[in-house]
């Protein structure tokens, strides 16, 4: 049906999904609001050697661009732009061109009220705009991404045939990671858990390489060796972000990297020495898929302590500036030596312990969607959640997908993650690696952060006698809160409900 596509938008991952439109054989036009983008694509095309099926050309006026897609009946549009007021100024000067039955998948991680937002802005002029996460990076974006549409179903579904050819292929069934996933800015929020899982996972990963590089004395290349091991086989089998670990500690400075990569180092250093232990949103641009996923799971009570805690060590990491004054004041140097006597056994209790870390993730992530797709009505099949998330994007572990996907499949109503029986299981069965591995990073002062917040999760989501209690008549001794009472009929009626019950704790 579609024989051409306009990519707004010749970024990283705009210039990529050209490429692989064109590969697909359609006709590509691009259009960046920077002319320089464009020539910068249009040149790589010229001393690269790759031949496309399609056409691709570049242009740097938006009525000539818009113009060139004329050819079709109805006209399908990709944005790669930044989210919020970027992508507002893109849409606001493309509007007036805009005609019934157009289609724009807008694939930037977008807030996704402003996704719900544009819809509603476009719909009376009979345009979709779809919301769509589109997950891995450039490299997949090349190749294949994973990809969650939300919108209009039936304009997904004229698209899907399109995107399911360019999405990634799960390696095991051959099918594409790309499905409906709901209406209105279900898309985008889904990919907004993602990336909320994504930090989870980062920091646990970055952790653990903490505690074997400082704690344990391990080399990069022994680091990256126990990555690959743990990526092999059993719990954590093809989990991406390890597999690409293992390449980060062995990678050194022998070989010129692609794009914008660094110059050769004679003495072939490892790269991961060059860098800093900065990570910042952006520059000047502090919101992003991370927030708004905390933020998310905070108003619709859904406890993500991982989540949270690993976006606040981003946080304080990108203030490098303040640490590196507040660092005299508090005396505290890092992470110590760990003196193990069994170093072998330990690596294999980390092993457990990020695992219990990274499902905590995607309890989190995946309870997030749940409730959202409860609350808004929006009927998300986390299941295929699952499914999509098979390759492509950065979350892809081949092991808890084959754990998870086949109850969620079955158990479309479920809300918490952890009474699924494998997960609980496996919660339950790494608890005391994770205790292990906290209290000696406690004791030498390494820096765990999504390791103990998942620890304490785990603690006080399968607890029923929480220090709440005293909370609890602390908050009606001073302000009237009203409890439960324990044994009550209604002891626990739901969410966010008060108690009925007001003790006056000062006698008048
Ligand atoms: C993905 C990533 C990607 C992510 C960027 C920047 O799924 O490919 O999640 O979309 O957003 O790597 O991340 P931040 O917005 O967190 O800086």
New binding site residues.
């Given amino acids: 049906q579609w024989k051409s596509i306009g990519v707004v938008g010749a970024g990283s991952m705009g210039s990529m999904m050209t490429f692989a439109f064109a590969e697909l054989g359609l006709d590509v036009s691009v259009w960046d609001v920077d002319g320089r983008n464009v020539d910068k694509v249009m040149n790589l095309i010229k001393t690269s050697k790759e031949q496309f099926k399609g056409t691709i050309t570049g242009y740097k006026t938006i009525d000539e661009f818009v113009r060139s897609l004329d050819g079709g009946r109805r006209r399908l549009f990709m944005f790669s732009i930044t989210h919020g007021k970027p992508a507002d100024e893109v849409l606001g000067r493309i509007k007036k061109d805009l005609k019934k039955g157009d289609v724009i998948l807008d694939g930037g ?1 977008e807030y996704y009220r402003r996704t719900e937002r544009r819809q509603e802005e476009l719909r009376p002029l009979g345009v979709n705009w779809i919301g769509m ?5 450039y490299q ?1 974006a090349r190749r294949g ?2 990809l969650s549409p939300g919108g209009d179903r039936q304009a997904i579904e004229q698209v899907l045939p399109l995107l399911e050819l360019y999405a990634a292929k799960d390696k095991k069934s051959g099918k594409p990671c790309v499905t409906y996933i709901g209406p209105g800015g279900a898309g985008h929020y889904v ?1 907004m858990c ?2 909320g899982i ?2 989870g996972m980062l920091s646990a990963i970055c952790e653990a390489w903490v505690i074997m590089h400082q704690g344990l004395g391990m080399g990069y290349d022994e680091i990256g060796d126990a990555f690959t091991q743990w990526s092999k086989s059993g719990e954590l089998r093809n989990t991406f972000l390890l597999d690409i670990g293992a390449d980060i500690c062995h990678r050194r400075k022998t070989a010129r990297g692609v794009g914008r990569g660094e110059g050769v180092d004679p003495a072939g250093g490892y790269v991961l020495d060059d860098v800093l232990d900065k990570v910042v ?2 520059d000047d641009d502090t919101e ?3 927030l708004w996923a905390i933020m998310e799971t905070a108003s619709r009570h859904v406890s993500a302590p991982t989540l949270a805690a690993a976006h606040y060590l981003r946080i304080a990491s990108g203030n490098r500036n303040q640490r590196l004054r507040v660092t005299k004041k508090l005396d505290i140097h890092g992470c110590r030596p760990f003196q193990m006597r069994d170093k072998k056994t330990f690596i294999e209790t980390l092993r457990r312990a990020v695992y219990a870390a990274i499902l905590a993730s995607y309890c989190q992530g995946l309870e997030l969607i749940a409730r959202a797709s409860k609350q808004e009505k929006w009927d998300v099949d986390l299941g295929k959640c699952i499914q999509i998330w098979r390759a492509g ?2 979350i892809q572990s081949e092991a808890i997908a084959d754990m998870l996907q086949p109850v969620l499949l079955q158990d479309v109503q479920i809300m918490n993650i952890k009474l699924i029986d494998e997960v609980s299981r496996d919660l339950h069965g790494s608890y005391e690696a994770l205790k292990e591995v906290v209290l000696k990073c406690t004791e030498m002062d390494a820096c765990v952060p999504a390791l103990s917040a998942s620890l304490e999760y785990i603690k006080y989501e399968g607890s029923t006698s929480l220090p709440t209690q005293f909370m609890e008549a602390e908050m009606d001794y001073f302000g009237a809160h009203a409890y439960w009472k324990a044994g009550q009929p209604g002891e626990d009626p739901g969410l966010v409900k008060k108690g009925p019950h007001h003790y006056e704790w000062k006698p008048a």
Wanted: glycine letters at 24%; a negative charge.
């Fill in positions: 991680n996460g589109v997950s891995g990076g997949s991404p994973s990919k993602h990336n994504e930090g949103q952006d992003g898929t991370p994007c950065i």
